[in-house]
């Protein structure tokens, strides 16, 4: 630390910063990669002519392609639990705890939310394209961006009395409510796939997640909207990266410019040393009227003797103040820049001429 002077707390932070960058810019090379490959992905039309275009292919499998489609069950739709004649192939339904949390830093009530039930349904169903060729989706809950229609949402409100007032207060919760909502991808949707399409033994086509360990997208918007909202998603990645990053770098800009200070203040004062050895002004120089003593060493007399030491001769100006009251010796080793006598700060020291 005497080195380099690094606390602990801007150690601490410039930690953090370091970590949280590096995990935000991992995964914003994530999300650029995902994107990049996404636009390189070949838009396939979903017709009659696209199963014999997988059977001339020797793998009979195309890794990363785009394909659009209307939604068709493959058996039974499902059905909607709360509104009649709504039905669809993917069903998620949900139900929510709403309440008031006390937050005693902020003195105030804040929201708070809950998932109390989460139940997620769906049946084996197709793509359907022109001259009705068909795409078998496989394993529709592990691709991102799926995001169906709400057809069900009711805000249930909580009733309590006045004793329920009172544990609330008491507890620093207030319920406010559940909320019950029904999502689905209902029939007849246009839905965007982008995945492994291959041909299987019995000819029928199949898109799937890719083997290769790319993302798996199912999207109910087009394709050019779907590559914005990844390009938006990398954006934000890149600028908390970057913030992070920059944040670092403040600290590190910061602890330097304090130690280059640091250095700066002892070179001076090794320069000063210097100077006054070599004009004589060392911890040996006595002042005028020195007597030498039995043992031969030079005896200070104690008018002119340093005030802290009472040894060695003054032969230091404090300035601003102006005061000769000690050596350079005792000046170096005071753990405050203020003189002995008036406690004002020392701005500079140089060395005294005496006659």
Not at 120 to 139: E, I, K, M, W
Request: with cysteine.
């Amino acid at each position: 630390m005497d080195e380099f002077p690094l606390r602990t707390m801007e150690g601490l932070c410039l930690g953090t910063s370091l970590a949280v960058s590096g995990f935000f810019f991992y995964v914003y090379r994530k999300k650029r990669k995902t994107l990049d490959k996404l636009k390189d992905a070949p838009q396939v039309a979903l017709n009659g002519k696209l199963a014999n275009l997988l059977n001339v292919i020797p793998c009979k499998c195309m890794q990363y392609v785009v394909i659009e489609g209307s939604v068709q069950p493959v058996g039974e739709p499902l059905r909607s639990q709360f509104q009649e004649g709504s039905v669809g192939v993917v069903q998620k339904l949900m139900l929510r705890e709403h309440k008031l949390v006390w937050n005693s830093l902020a003195r105030t009530w804040t929201d708070s939310e809950r998932v109390l039930h989460q139940r997620v349904n769906a049946v084996p169903f197709s793509l359907v394209g022109a001259d009705q060729a068909t795409v078998r989706v496989l394993c529709p809950l592990e691709a991102s961006g799926l995001e169906m229609e709400v057809i069900h949402e009711k805000f249930h409100q909580a009733v309590f009395g006045f004793t329920d007032i009172i544990g609330q207060y008491l507890s620093g919760e207030k319920p406010k409510g559940h909320l019950e909502t029904e999502e689905m991808l209902k029939v007849g949707a246009t839905l965007t796939g982008v995945g492994e399409l291959i041909l299987d033994t019995d000819r029928v086509l199949k898109l799937r997640p890719p083997t290769d360990g790319s993302e798996y997208f199912l999207s109910t918007t087009d394709f050019e909207t779907l590559c914005l909202e990844q390009g938006g998603q990398v954006e934000v990645w890149r600028v908390l990266a970057s913030v992070f990053a920059l944040a670092g770098a403040a600290i590190l800009i910061w602890v330097g410019r304090r130690y280059y200070r640091s250095l700066r203040l002892r070179w001076d004062r090794e320069q000063q040393r210097r100077e006054f050895e070599s004009r004589g002004a060392g911890e040996t120089t006595a002042g005028p009227g020195a007597t030498q003593g039995s043992a031969g060493v030079q005896e200070t007399p104690l008018e002119n003797a340093c005030v802290i030491c009472l040894t060695r001769a003054r032969n230091c100006v404090l300035l601003d103040c102006g005061h000769v009251c000690c050596c350079y010796s005792c000046y170096q080793a005071l753990p405050q820049p203020t003189c002995p006598i008036c406690r004002q700060a020392i701005k500079r020291v140089v060395p005294l001429f005496q006659a």
